[in-house]
T-cell receptor, first 117, second 109 residues
Framework: GAGVSQSPRYKVAKRGQDVALRCDPI?????LFWYQQALGQGPEFLTY????????KSGLPSDRFFAERPEGSVSTLKIQRTQQEDSAVYLCASSLAPWAATNEKLFFGSGTQLSVL | KNEVEQSPQNLTAQEGEFITINCSYS?????LHWLQQHPGGGIVSLFM???GKKKHGRLIATINIQEKHSSLHITASHPRDSAVYICAVSLRNTDKLIFGTGTRLQVFP
């Protein structure tokens, strides 16, 4: 597709369940970001990949959060033992260039809305 | 205090009105982004600027680096402009974007 694709669009999980959220960036995009957006708030940075390398994971809120991008394209954000406070929209964004080198325009997916009951 | 602050938080307007949304930041940046988020939808990048002014259609974005302030203007507003407008800044020499909490705009016919 032409844009950043995220799946599933909605996810309802029981507390304690593991979830996996997928992001398909635009083909050829080097940089990939994950953000968490709580209701009524602006997005907050979670982690950044440059190709397959996870260069920054300082925004991951706990060790229950894990992200990977093994082949430098599709990325998965995994949340283990979900808690109610994990309920949020998880946004993925990609950019053509390495982020630190240039400030390229970001392209966002529609997000995955996670609700933990 | 948030590093990126937007005002107003909520804004209502009549169709045709000139709209201004403000963004102030307190950190050193390499660029500032204006983004648009429709309800239930993804985020669309409107502008990325590091100096001066950019224009695209009815949208104009300006930035004053010395004053650490940016404005987004919408001329001849239309109901389809109703969305949340988010200001975000790229911190110098890092990969991080810091986002404001957004301005919710509603334009009524």
């Amino acid at each position: 597709g032409a844009g950043v694709s995220q799946s599933p669009r909605y996810k309802v999980a029981k507390r304690g369940q593991d979830v996996a959220l997928r992001c398909d960036p635009i083909s050829g995009h080097v940089s990939l970001f994950w953000y968490q957006q709580a209701l009524g708030q602006g997005p907050e940075f979670l982690t950044y990949f440059q190709n397959e390398a996870q260069l920054d994971k300082s925004g991951l809120p706990s060790d229950r959060f894990f992200a990977e991008r093994p082949e430098g394209s599709v990325s998965t954000l995994k949340i283990q033992r979900t808690q109610q406070e994990d309920s949020a929209v998880y946004l993925c964004a990609s950019s053509l260039a390495p982020w630190a080198a240039t400030n390229e325009k970001l392209f966002f997916g529609s997000g995955t809305q996670l609700s933990v009951l | 205090k948030n590093e990126v602050e937007q005002s107003p938080q909520n804004l209502t307007a009549q169709e045709g009105e000139f709209i201004t949304i403000n963004c102030s930041y307190s950190v050193g940046i390499s660029a500032l982004h204006w983004l648009q988020q429709h309800p239930g939808g993804g985020i669309v990048s409107l502008f990325m600027l590091s100096s001066g002014k950019k224009k695209h259609g009815r949208l104009i974005a300006t930035i004053n680096i010395q004053e650490k302030h940016s404005s987004l203007h919408i001329t001849a507003s239309h109901p389809r402009d109703s969305a949340v407008y988010i200001c975000a800044v790229s911190l110098r020499n890092t990969d991080k974007l810091i986002f404001g909490t957004g301005t919710r705009l509603q334009v009524f016919p």
